[in-house]
């Protein structure tokens, strides 16, 4: 029983001490590539909302049957004197709107996931042949980028707001099979399922906060309202693009962070070797 116990406790500290490795770092860092990547992606839905306003809505799809309201209204007036007729413009929050119908709306939704399913095709051979840190770090920029612009585009083009959003789903669905790439050439084999849930549960966590954490940028009025959500997530698809950059090495072999020790380790037990298929 005590034998047990003391291989047990053995076990969990030997767990403890894997986990703290560096190559976890990575794991973690790609976990927040996906994240940066995904939140502003799924909060789209609702800021869109936010982007066409009531009254705008109200104008596109219910412009006729606000007419014969109005002339009503304007022939009552006319039979009673005594009654005058007000007609006061909806209240704005005062945030810019953009003149989109629902069909348009359904559109841009839409956008995203077109770039996402061309992408995913080969979202993964990109990676192998230039090496996860050049086209992860490639793509969070651009995404970024993009995405800072979109408010700017959106309200001056439709087709302009339709391509970013296209882009953004190109975006995606190249830094999903990328960070599994990195998975393959940094975990070991005993560690490939836990270091995978990890890295694309970054998806997960941006399903979780992208809508509610857009919600209350939307209502709080900062930068505008809606825009600030592209801007935020725009500027923090930069910074970890930047952090990426400096932590994350294609293959172990050319980390000059990780020790000797982890480095040894890493080759002698993970599944996938890099080969020659990174072009430095």
Do not use: Q
Not at 30 to 59: D, P, Q, R, Y
Not at 137 to 150: A, C, D, Q
Not at 186 to 193: F, H, P, V
């Amino acid at each position: 029983m005590t034998r047990s116990r003391g291989d047990s406790v053995v076990s969990i500290k030997s767990m403890i001490n894997n986990v703290t490795r560096f190559r976890w770092f990575i794991f973690i860092l790609s976990n927040i590539a996906i994240f940066s990547i995904c939140v502003g992606l799924n909060s789209f839905s609702l800021t869109v909302v936010a982007m066409i306003g009531k009254e705008h809505e109200h104008t596109v799809d219910s412009f006729n049957s606000t007419i014969p309201k109005i002339v009503n209204s304007s022939i009552n007036s006319t039979v009673d004197s005594t009654s005058d007729v007000t007609i006061t413009p909806l209240k704005s929050s005062g945030s810019v709107h953009v003149n989109w119908s629902n069909v348009d709306k359904s559109r841009v939704l839409a956008a995203s996931f077109w770039g996402i399913l061309v992408m995913s095709l080969f979202g993964g051979r990109i990676c192998e042949l230039y090496g996860p840190r050049k086209v992860v770090t490639l793509t969070l920029l651009v995404n970024g980028l993009v995405t800072l612009l979109f408010p700017t585009i959106s309200i001056r083009s439709f087709a302009g707001a339709y391509f970013i959003r296209t882009i953004n789903g190109i975006c995606t669905g190249i830094i999903l099979p990328s960070c599994n790439v990195v998975v393959s050439r940094w975990a070991l084999t005993s560690e490939r399922t836990l270091s995978s849930s990890v890295v694309t549960s970054g998806s997960i966590f941006a399903n979780l906060v992208s809508l509610s954490l857009a919600g209350i940028l939307v209502d709080s009025g900062f930068l505008g309202g809606w825009p600030s959500v592209f801007y935020l997530f725009g500027t923090f698809n930069l910074i970890i693009a930047i952090i990426y950059y400096i932590i994350v090495y294609d293959t172990p072999e050319d980390h000059p962070y990780l020790g000797a020790e982890e480095l040894e380790l890493i080759l002698k037990n993970r599944s996938v070797s890099s080969g020659g298929s990174v072009s430095n």
